[in-house]
């Protein structure tokens, strides 16, 4: 019985907050639209969370992916001023990601810096690229392309709610795709295998033959490029650009991660349970909203369930909810 | 339609209203923490009161991509109107959604957007007219100017196209220089420095008779290039807009700066509650852009507030 509220407590929990704001919400919370709302919202902290779930299965971090999401978008933002095409301003930034993740993995794993501190200081450094590159300003208006824009406010038609249109919208589908590349990646290759066996123990893994060193330092280009990609995403969505947009995005990724932790049957971070925890921070977001609860007070208590959830999650792995594991 | 059938639907909206539950409007920002903001909300809430709604202000804290997220949100929940203080060419995706779903977004000192169906601010036209003209009078119709203006900026290059309107309609006003100060640092070094420089070029006593700034920093700037050049006994006017507190310690100095132009914040808010008001009773608004009266700060309402 307790190993049976150890296993499926989280998602009890989860389900319990869907099914209070269906209760306190009745006319729009379940509702398709509301749902591929929330799908949209919640589509570039679930690109950031899946990438981050990269790292954090060797037990390392990634502090400069908000950093690195705000300056991507200020990359794309500035070629476009400059009059480059929009896959042309996409790839510069997207290689921005790939160097701004490199030079974390080489930091972390080459030179041996803890990520904490490794990624404390890319955090700095991108954000002060992004400062310097946009001059401090917000690039918006006639120097983003309509096309770009657009994009985010778009998707295919998947059926109609009386008489407005539902769309899925494109950015969920991007945010679908590189949550399915994570899955596959994890889970389903050697390379996936050993990230895990690394968190699990790195020395074991380098005595097994692991090649320890560079698979650490390769993981860290996942979050670099998954932060410039979700930087592009909400560059589209707001349609500009400005150095701090996506600074709020890795203190929630990471909560997202934990919080999916408490899913899995042996606490580790997987890409699925990290879905999960995005979807119940979003969901939490658009409930209380909808409930008129202070936008203030909505902080205070998405704070106090990620620490309920991972406390009890904590308390039952040591055995003081149940029988010791 | 008749003007009958307008009376009967505006009687049976009337009825609809009072009957029913009290209409919801959301007030989404980024910026709830910034002083000014606040105003507007404690003017928007207080005149909301008496319409009693039911108001929800949300603040993202400075996240403009929550902004749209927010308005999603309420749009789903079926608010009956949401106003907004952000820039709306940031967050199209947000005022789309209102639009498909009906419902109408009034900006509060937000800008325009043919998706906003009325932005209620303070005229920039009026502000400048109403320190340019202060000059005027006060210069006697007669004397060198120094203009400190900002062309990059659109609404404060309206300013000073007021202001060299009403300097070339005295023809013993003359503009001694129109200088375009360095911001990056704040406005207030750069207009000193370009002061000092102009002081320095014009030595006689009387030769400036006026500084007239389009807004607050440069004219503090021009009064500390003044005072540091001893020259604060000559009477130099100075003219800053926007009555910002240092702005406001320095007119109530009574010293060289003499005025600046105030917006209304609370004003703004209470003005956009009416415009809701307007809109949620079915009027169709001709106005896109509503203007809230400035006030005109000098040493003697300086204290006022």
Known sequence: MTGLVRRFGGIAGMLAVVLFFAINVPDTFLTLRNWLNISQQISMLAVVAACMTVVMVMGDFDLSVGSMASLSGVVAATLFTQDWSIPAALSAALAVGLLGGLINGVMVSLVGILPFVATLATLTIYSGAAFLISDGRTIFGRDIPAAFGDFARGGPVIGMAGERALVLPNLTLVALAVVALIWLVLEQTTYGRRLYAIGGNSEAARLAGVPVTWLRLSAFLFTGVGAAVAGLMYASRVASANPTQGDALMLTAIAAVFLGMTLTRDGQPGVLATLAGVVVLGVLDNGLTQMRVDSYVREVLVGAIILAAVGFSALGRRGVLGRRP | ???????????????????????????????????????????????????????????????????????????????????????????????????????????????????????????????????????????????????????????????????????????????????????????????RAQMEAVLAANPEPGSIAAVWAAWDQPALGALQAIEAAGRGGEGIVITGIDANPQARDAIAQGGNFEASVAQDFVGIGSVTAETVKRLLDGEELRQKVIYVPTELITAANVGAD
């Open chain 2, 1 to 191: 339609m008749t003007a009958r059938t307008i009376f009967t639907a505006g009687a049976l909206a009337a009825l609809v209203a009072g009957g029913a539950a009290a209409q919801e409007v959301a007030v989404i920002t980024p910026y709830l923490a910034q002083p000014g903001t606040q105003f507007y909300v404690d003017g928007f809430t207080a005149a909301a009161e008496n319409f009693g709604w039911t108001v929800n202000v949300i603040d993202t804290a400075g996240d403009v991509g929550a902004v749209i997220s927010r308005i999603e949100d309420v749009t789903i929940q079926g608010v009956d109107a949401i106003v907004i203080n952000v820039d709306p060419a940031q967050i199209g995706a947000g005022l789309a959604t209102a639009a498909d779903a009906g419902i109408p977004v009034v900006g509060m000192d937000a800008g325009s957007d043919p998706l906003v169906a009325a932005n209620v601010t303070s005229n920039g036209y009026a502000m400048a007219a109403e320190t340019a003209v202060y000059v005027a009078d006060r210069i006697g119709g007669a004397g060198n100017v120094v203009m400190f203006t900002f062309d990059p900026f659109p609404p404060v290059q309206a300013r000073g196209v007021i202001a060299d309107a009403i300097f070339g309609n005295f023809p013993d006003i003359e503009v001694l220089d129109r200088i375009t100060p360095d911001v990056s640092d704040g406005g207030i070094a750069d207009s």
